[in-house]
């Protein structure tokens, strides 16, 4: 890792974050992964070491360092437990980001504040079971009676779903316009009568994690529970979901540093035809291949960070992060397990882990497909063509 590109803090903290993880998360790693444990108490102790949401303001109890600091902590953590992180993250910067960028004081300090302690866990719902990609299809419905909103609907893939204490929910408000125009944001406590989980998703990674079908049906909840603006909603999910996929592509960044590591040890000792396979450049040149996409993905999560931090608009270069860091994810793995052989696939190794949990980070947070969309219409939207 190049630590020219990050600050003398940023390198501190990260070495100072490193050892917290190393004492205190890896050793729970295996079981979170082998015996699907959400490691909510493993989040609550990395509030209580100040670890959540770094980049939220003091006064809610994050350190105000910003995105370019919190992809250090998606990065250390994702390296170690991509479970862990992936719940850490939903919890306190996809239901954060909104929370501090939209809400009221009042409600910042009732529900952001927990979160960030890591006393209580967050969510994010937008996907639904027929609305992927296309956001504006959403079904979800609140409806508002006197000083209340009535709402009813179904959320799926919510990562945290089931344990949330709190979701930044996503319905439509006046079905009359383009959707676009008439969807809101809500504080959601999932202690409210008419939720219910309708299943945990039993996935092909990420272990640990809890990604939920959800059920709304005449759920009421305070009208003051409005994040924002009525109607104004769509903007609160955009400007989220730049920051998450940011988030996403250090995360993926993480996910490349185990199948490579092991890569690399195991071309050193492992002997064919009389000296080690790191001699032949078919293993030789995977190492290369993969120690560049690595280091450019965690270039292109900076940037975006960066800018972030900055005010500046980041959709073009959030998107091309998170394609090129989440794609590069599987393939490191892909290309580690090659070079480990008939091993990699084996529970021995974590590359076989790190192959199945990266390649969900190539749906979820935006589509490849979807992201290659926003970059082209970006590009030319700049160019005014």
Same mark, same amino acid.
């Given at each position: 890792? *190049?630590?020219?590109?990050? /600050?003398?803090?940023?390198?501190?903290?990260?070495?100072?974050?490193?050892?917290?993880?190393?004492?205190?998360?890896?050793?729970?790693?295996?079981?979170?992964?082998? *015996?699907?444990?959400?490691?909510?108490?493993? &989040?609550?102790?990395?509030?209580?070491?100040?670890?959540?949401?770094?980049?939220?303001?003091?006064?809610?109890?994050?350190?105000?360092?910003?995105?370019?600091?919190?992809?250090?902590?998606?990065?250390?953590?994702?390296?170690?437990?991509?479970?862990? #992180?992936?719940?850490?993250?939903?919890?306190?910067?996809?239901?954060? %980001?909104?929370?501090?960028?939209? %809400?009221?004081?009042?409600? !910042?300090?009732?529900?952001? $504040?927990?979160?960030?302690?890591?006393?209580?866990?967050?969510? &994010?719902?937008? /996907?639904?079971?027929?609305?992927?990609?296309?956001?504006?299809?959403?079904?979800?419905? %609140?409806?508002?009676?006197? #000083?209340?909103?009535?709402? *009813?609907?179904?959320? !799926?893939?919510?990562?945290?779903?089931?344990?949330?204490?709190?979701?930044?929910?996503?319905?439509?408000?006046?079905? #009359?316009?383009?959707?676009?125009?008439?969807?809101?944001?809500?504080?959601?406590? /999932?202690?409210?009568?008419?939720?219910?989980?309708?299943?945990?998703?039993?996935?092909?990674?990420? $272990?640990?994690?809890?990604?939920?079908?959800? !059920?709304?049906?005449?759920?009421?909840?305070?009208?003051?529970?409005?994040?924002?603006?009525?109607?104004?909603?769509?903007?609160?999910?955009?400007?989220?979901?730049?920051?998450?996929? /940011?988030?996403?592509?250090?995360?993926?960044?993480?996910?490349?540093?185990?199948?490579?590591?092991?890569?690399?040890?195991?071309?050193?000792?492992?002997?064919?035809?009389?000296?080690?396979?790191?001699?032949?450049?078919?293993?030789?040149?995977?190492?290369?291949?993969? $120690?560049?996409?690595?280091?450019?993905?965690?270039?292109?999560?900076?940037? $975006?960070?960066?800018?972030?931090?900055?005010?500046? !608009? &980041?959709?073009?270069?959030?998107?091309?992060?998170?394609?090129?860091?989440?794609?590069?994810?599987?393939?490191?793995?892909?290309?580690?397990?090659?070079?480990?052989?008939? *091993?990699?696939?084996?529970?021995?190794?974590?590359?076989?882990?790190?192959?199945? #949990?990266?390649?969900?980070?190539?749906?979820?947070?935006?589509?490849?497909?979807?992201?290659?969309?926003?970059?082209?219409?970006?590009?030319?939207?700049?160019?005014?063509?």
């Amino acid at each position: 890792m *190049n630590d020219v590109f990050f /600050t003398e803090e940023e390198n501190t903290f990260r070495k100072e974050l490193r050892e917290f993880i190393d004492a205190e998360i890896a050793p729970h790693a295996r079981d979170i992964e082998e *015996n699907n444990r959400y490691p909510r108490d493993l &989040i609550k102790k990395m509030g209580d070491a100040g670890y959540l949401a770094v980049f939220h303001p003091p006064e809610y109890g994050g350190s105000g360092k910003g995105l370019s600091t919190e992809i250090i902590v998606c990065e250390e953590l994702s390296a170690v437990s991509p479970a862990m #992180d992936m719940g850490r993250m939903a919890s306190v910067t996809l239901f954060g %980001a909104p929370m501090r960028r939209f %809400a009221t004081e009042e409600q !910042k300090q009732e529900y952001l $504040a927990p979160v960030i302690r890591g006393e209580k866990i967050g969510a &994010i719902g937008i /996907t639904e079971p027929d609305v992927g990609s296309d956001t504006a299809g959403m079904k979800t419905r %609140a409806v508002k009676e006197g #000083d209340e909103y009535v709402i *009813n609907g179904q959320k !799926k893939f919510i990562t945290n779903g089931s344990q949330a204490d709190y979701i930044c929910l996503f319905a439509i408000t006046n079905p #009359d316009v383009h959707p676009k125009d008439g969807m809101s944001a809500f504080l959601f406590p /999932t202690a409210t009568k008419g939720f219910s989980v309708v299943e945990d998703h039993w996935m092909l990674g990420m $272990a640990g994690a809890r990604v939920s079908q959800l !059920k709304f049906e005449n759920c009421r909840i305070p009208a003051e529970n409005l994040i924002g603006e009525e109607n104004k909603g769509f903007r609160v999910l955009m400007d989220e979901l730049d920051s998450e996929r /940011t988030a996403i592509a250090a995360e993926a960044v993480g996910y490349c540093r185990v199948p490579f590591e092991e890569a690399v040890k195991w071309s050193t000792e492992r002997i064919q035809f009389d000296r080690p396979i790191k001699y032949f450049e078919g293993v030789s040149f995977k190492v290369a291949e993969m $120690a560049t996409v690595i280091e450019a993905a965690r270039l292109l999560t900076l940037k $975006a960070a960066r800018m972030y931090d900055k005010g500046m !608009k &980041i959709t073009k270069e959030a998107a091309m992060a998170k394609i090129f860091a989440t794609e590069a994810s599987f393939e490191v793995a892909h290309k580690a397990l090659q070079v480990l052989g008939g *091993n990699g696939y084996t529970k021995k190794y974590r590359t076989e882990q790190f192959l199945r #949990d990266s390649r969900l980070m190539m749906i979820g947070g935006g589509t490849a497909e979807i992201l290659r969309f926003l970059i082209q219409r970006e590009i030319y939207k700049e160019r005014g063509v």
